[in-house]
């Protein structure tokens, strides 16, 4: 599609919006609402490294403090082997995973292997690690950023991914988890309050 194309369709989106009482952007505004749009038409985003966003960074430099906190009470850092088995602590080389609901590293093969951990984090139930106000708590979207040898990896619901990309966190409770990780909701549990 063309430039103009672009511009006649958020045009006609404006109109419509207008006509109903809902939200007419300006020009300027649209930047945001296409990134949005992108994060949240995104289908397997598994493979996000997001080492240049800016609010990307901040949570990972924010979860490894935290983690660090964590471990400084242990005498040696917890370590994590399912995703790794033949891990050997001695070896040339160290890579790790880190998240928001684990308190010990997680052993790495091989840098990419944190999509491996970024499936179980879906399949764990576990809720959204951002958080954001417009959060629907199910986890859609994961994303990585690397810190040294250390991959943060965040799970998290279309929203607040979107959230993260325009760098709109400060409007939601994005910290929730460094004060203390979350338990998972028993199963039960009426996560909506309703």
């Not at 935290?66 to 005498?75: L, M, P, V």
């Not at 106000?133 to 250390?150: H, K, N, P, Q």
């Amino acid at each position: 599609m063309m430039q103009d194309d672009f511009d006649e369709t958020k045009q006609r989106i404006n109109r419509i919006n207008a006509e109903v009482g809902g939200l007419v952007l300006l020009p300027d505004q649209w930047g945001e609402v296409d990134a949005m749009t992108d994060a949240i038409s995104r289908n397997g985003a598994r493979e996000q490294w997001l080492d240049n966003n800016p609010a990307a960074v901040r949570l990972a430099a924010e979860l490894m403090s935290h983690t660090r906190a964590s471990w400084s009470e242990e005498r040696e850092m917890p370590i994590d082997t399912h995703l790794f088995p033949n891990y050997d602590p001695a070896g040339p080389r160290q890579l790790f995973a880190i998240t928001a609901d684990s308190f010990p590293a997680i052993a790495l093969e091989q840098r990419h292997h944190w999509v491996h951990l970024a499936h179980e984090l879906e399949a764990s139930g576990e809720w959204c690690d951002l958080r954001t106000s417009l959060c629907s708590r199910r986890i859609e979207e994961s994303f990585a950023v690397s810190r040294g040898d250390y991959i943060c990896v965040f799970a998290c619901c279309n929203p607040c991914y979107g959230q993260m990309l325009t760098g709109r966190l400060d409007q939601g409770p994005f910290d929730h988890w460094m004060a203390s990780p979350p338990a998972a909701p028993a199963p039960d549990d009426d996560i909506f309050g309703g």
